[in-house]
């Protein structure tokens, strides 16, 4: 339509000069069409144009038989958007059966405003100033688009022929300012946002293509702007320190199947490892970590997702630092798991840190967690001076679960667990239970401890003191003071331990206490008698 053209032609050649044409859409300008080999037994085509207009009717141009180049590039036109300037040189046999191996061409193009549909990983791209150049080995696209709303400069090459490495390749790097806009991408950190992190973050991701749709992932994020916080690791990282994230994976078309590597390194953290896909596409199999290893920490194990929702640990390695978190564990009242984890746990550590300075070794023990409490514990260890002991919650009927703690030497245990530092020796038995249908999941039960010595207690000294207990006092700054039992019937709720009917009895000396231990606070409210 409105076409203006000049024809030249002799025996050998015919040449088709066009200065201006339209056709579905498209317009023309300076372009050149000729058949060479008239006088020959086989003839040619060569074209020559400039087009210009909608990219979705250029990309129909290229789809229409017998070139078929839109499909070979993995793009339907129906699904394209925008406006492109091309330079498009074709060149081929003139003959009944051609197809699209036996056309010759070159491209050169700038797309502008382009929005595609579907084309990475099920993502589309839009508002792309793209540049394109197209070749009898394959394409390369490269420019600035938006992924997802997400602003990235794309490189991409696809490959033609048979006997080629890779079918496509996309090399993809993006600035992402908000780690938030991660879900646009369907990746949802919501549950993680603004406790545990913040910012943005430097993007750069490699996927490699095949015909039979598998492909291979690279993503590697720059973590120095994001800021991360594990409170129960008592872990820090900070805007501005370096840090960085990788990751491999293989997929099946849009299903991920593998993840070869994995790997995080921010400050003293140090993750790696690996997981593998069912091969039934029904998900993650498995999770294996290489290394987990943060100050004192350094463990290793595999992570298996439950049919539940729930999730099987199993960890063991040289040491774990369970000190940041230490504390939490004896709160009166859990609090409620954001996550509603539910957690089977076993682990075996040579050596856990429970402060700065303190911990137990030998330690093997598995753990259930559900419904936002520890529903089983089993730990069977040994202090730091090798004294054995055991840790065990169990549940024991609707609503209540049964806690026993046991201890071949009650003095060391109670100076490990920085409860009181004066006693010697002892057996250690403490039996109660959790009441979980009653406000605040109050813990009652009775300390029993037996054979035990105290030395050096100042509170003691000072009342025996004023008693004029001359030989008590002076055995409390020698050997120490022998007591036959310690029976502490209490009640733990939010953080409060109520005591009733304490009872401490010796060769020398006994007494008895009640009153009230603020645990947060810190702080003792105790009345008693010594007899």
């Known amino acids: 339509r409105n076409a203006n053209a000049t024809a030249r032609f002799n025996k050998k050649k015919f040449d088709i000069f066009v200065t201006g044409a339209q056709a579905e859409g498209l317009s023309t300008r300076k372009s050149i069409i000729s058949f060479r080999g008239l006088d020959q037994i086989d003839q040619y085509a060569d074209i020559d144009l400039f087009i210009k207009g909608p990219l979705k009717n250029a990309l129909k141009l290229i789809e229409s038989k017998p070139l078929g180049f839109s499909s070979a590039i993995g793009i339907n036109p129906e699904r394209a958007d925008g406006t492109a300037e091309a330079h ?28 595609i549909d579907n084309i990475i990983l099920g993502q589309g791209i839009k508002d792309g100033q793209l540049d394109l150049k197209v070749g009898k080995s394959g394409l390369d696209m490269n420019g600035d688009v938006k992924l997802a709303n997400i602003p990235a400069t794309l490189q991409w090459r696809r490959n033609f022929g048979s006997d080629v490495p890779y079918r496509g390749q996309y090399q993809i790097s993006s600035h992402i300012d908000n780690i938030r806009k991660l879900g646009d991408l369907g990746i949802d950190l919501s549950p993680l946002h603004g406790e545990f992190i913040e910012g943005g973050v430097g993007a750069n991701i490699a996927l490699t293509t095949q015909d039979d749709g598998t492909g291979k992932v690279q993503v590697r994020l720059d973590l120095a702007e994001v800021s991360l916080n594990v409170p129960a690791l008592g872990w820090t990282k900070q805007i501005g320190s370096a840090g960085m994230a990788q990751v491999d994976l293989t997929i099946d078309g849009t299903r991920l199947t593998d993840i070869p590597q994995f790997s995080l390194a921010a400050g003293d953290l140090r993750i790696n490892g690996s997981a593998k896909y069912n091969e039934n596409g029904t998900g993650l199999g498995k999770v294996d970590i290489n290394q987990f290893s943060l100050n004192r920490t350094d463990l290793s194990g595999v992570i298996i997702p439950g049919h539940d929702g729930g999730w099987t640990v199993g960890l063991h390695g ?23 984890l539910k957690l089977s746990l076993s682990a075996k550590v040579d050596k856990v840190w429970i402060s700065p300075k303190t911990y137990l070794k030998q330690i093997t023990g598995t753990f259930n967690r559900a419904d936002d409490r520890w529903r089983g514990i089993n730990v069977d260890g040994s202090l730091g001076n090798g004294e054995h002991f055991l840790v065990s919650l169990r549940a024991s009927g609707k609503g209540k679960r049964d806690l026993i703690v046991s201890a071949d030497n009650a003095g060391d245990m109670l100076r490990t667990l920085d409860v009181y530092n004066t006693m010697i020796g002892g057996n250690l038995e403490v039996k109660a239970t959790f009441d979980d249908d009653a406000p605040g999941h109050p813990l009652s039960g009775e300390v029993l401890i037996t054979d035990y010595r105290l030395v050096e207690a100042p509170a003691l000294a000072r009342l025996v003191g004023i008693l004029t207990l001359t030989g008590i006092a002076d055995a409390l700054q020698g050997d120490g003071l022998s007591f036959n039992e310690f029976r502490a019937p209490f009640v733990m709720k939010e953080g409060i331990i109520d005591l009733t009917d304490v009872k401490a009895t010796g060769l020398s000396l006994g007494y008895t206490a009640k ?17």
Do not use: C, W
């Open 318 to 340: 040289p040491s774990f630092d369970l000190a940041p978190m230490f504390e939490d564990l004896f709160k009166g009242s859990p609090e409620k798991d954001r996550f509603n």
């Open 515 to 531: 009153g009230r231990i603020y645990t947060h606070a810190e702080v003792f409210d105790i009345e008693g008698t010594v007899v």
């Open 88 to 115: 498009v040189k074709l060149g081929f046999l003139l003959e009944n059966k051609l197809t699209t191996e036996g056309v010759d061409i070159a491209v050169v193009a700038q797309m502008h405003d382009v929005t």
